[in-house]
C-alpha cells in the first residue's frame, strides 16, 4: 500500500476513534477519556495535512523546484508535533481543572468498551504505517504512525486508569493520569518537532548508510583512484552523497567517466534510494571550500 493509501486510512479511522472516543467520555464523564478524544481530534488534522505534504512532496521538479519538493514532507512533522504540543496543553488544563473539582464517572463500563475498541483500531494502522515508513523512508507516514502510536499507549492509561478509580474510589486518578497523558503526549510532539528540523536542515544519514557508502568507496580505492569531500544528506524520502573523485590527470574523459559510473552504480545498489553527485578532480587539483574569499 502507498502512503497516500495509508494516509487516507488514517483519516478514516481517526473519524471513527474520534465518535467512539467522544461517546465514551459523554456517557462516564470522564476526564481522561476527554483528554483521549481531543488528542483523536489532532490525529485527524495531523493525518489531514501529512496526506496534502506527501501528494506535494511527489510532485515532480519544476523550474521554481529544480530538487523536487521532497522536503515537504518535513512540514507535516513539525506541523504534527506542534498539534500534540497543543493537545497536550488542553488535556493538562482540563486535568486540573478536574483535580480541584472531582467529579463521580458514569457508566465506566461502556465508556472502556469503547476506549478499547478505538485503541485497537489506532494500534493496527500505527503497526502498519511504521512498516510501511521504513518501506517508503516517508517522515510523514513515520510521523503520522508514532503519533498514533502514543494515542494507543493513551488509550491504555486511561483505561488502566478508569479501573483503578472504580477499585479503589479514588476521583482523583482520573484527573491525575490525565496529566501524566498530557507530559508523555507532550514529549512525543517535541521528539517530531525536533526530526522535521533536522530534516529541514540536510541532517546526514544515517551511520550505518555512511558506513556503507565508505565500504563501497574502498572497494575502488586504489593507486590511481582516490575520494575525499564526501558530504550525505536527506531529504524527504531522497538519500544523496557528494564527492569528490581523483585519478591520474592523463586519463581521459571517457576513461573517468566509465569508472565515475561504476562508483555510481555501486553506491545505488549498496543504498537504495540514494543519488549520487561525483566531481572529476585531477590528483593535483584539490578543492578549498573553506577559503575566507570563498565565504565572503
Same mark, same amino acid.
Given at each position: ?7 487516507? #486510512?488514517?483519516?478514516?479511522? %481517526?473519524? +471513527?476513534?474520534? /465518535? =467512539?472516543?467522544? @461517546?465514551?467520555? &459523554?456517557?462516564?464523564?470522564?476526564? $481522561? ?76 463500563? #461502556?465508556?472502556?468498551?469503547? %476506549?478499547? +475498541?478505538?485503541? /485497537? =483500531?489506532?494500534? @493496527?494502522?500505527? &503497526?502498519?504505517?511504521?512498516?510501511? $515508513? ?163
Amino acid at each position: 500500500m502507498q502512503a497516500r493509501a495509508y494516509l487516507k #486510512l488514517s483519516v478514516a479511522v %481517526a473519524l +471513527v476513534t474520534i /465518535a =467512539l472516543k467522544t @461517546a465514551a467520555w &459523554w456517557f462516564t464523564d470522564a476526564v $481522561s477519556l476527554l483528554s483521549d478524544a481531543l488528542e483523536s481530534l489532532v490525529n485527524l488534522a495531523g493525518a489531514v495535512f501529512a496526506l496534502t505534504m506527501v501528494t506535494l512532496a511527489a510532485q515532480p521538479p519544476d523550474e521554481e523546484h529544480p530538487y523536487g519538493h521532497h522536503k515537504a514532507e518535513y512540514f507535516s512533522g513539525g506541523f504534527e508535533g506542534l498539534l500534540i504540543l497543543a493537545a497536550a496543553l488542553g488535556i493538562a488544563g482540563a486535568a486540573l481543572h478536574r483535580l480541584w473539582a472531582p467529579q463521580p464517572l458514569e457508566q465506566v463500563g #461502556l465508556g472502556l468498551v469503547l %476506549a478499547v +475498541v478505538s485503541s /485497537a =483500531l489506532n494500534g @493496527a494502522l500505527a &503497526w502498519g504505517m511504521l512498516k510501511a $515508513s521504513k518501506e517508503h523512508r516517508s517522515m510523514a507516514l513515520e510521523a503520522d504512525a508514532r503519533h498514533l502510536m502514543t494515542d494507543v499507549w493513551t488509550s491504555a492509561g486511561v483505561v488502566v486508569g478508569l479501573v483503578a478509580v472504580q477499585a479503589t474510589g479514588w476521583l482523583w486518578l482520573d484527573a491525575g493520569i490525565a496529566l501524566v497523558m498530557a507530559v508523555n503526549i507532550g514529549r512525543e510532539g517535541v521528539k517530531l518537532i525536533r526530526a522535521a528540523v533536522d530534516g529541514l536542515m540536510d541532517r546526514a544519514l544515517e551511520p550505518e548508510l555512511c558506513e556503507q557508502i565508505d565500504a563501497t568507496l574502498a572497494g575502488f580505492v586504489h593507486g590511481t583512484v582516490r575520494f575525499d569531500h564526501v558530504h550525505t544528506r536527506r531529504a524527504g524520502s531522497r538519500r544523496y552523497v557528494d564527492l569528490h573523485m581523483h585519478m591520474p590527470a592523463s586519463w581521459s574523459l571517457g576513461r573517468a567517466a566509465a569508472i565515475r559510473t561504476s562508483v555510481e552504480q555501486a553506491l545505488m545498489a549498496a543504498v537504495p534510494g540514494l543519488r549520487a553527485s561525483i566531481q572529476l578532480l585531477p590528483f593535483d587539483v584539490e578543492a578549498h571550500f573553506d577559503d575566507p574569499k570563498d565565504l565572503a
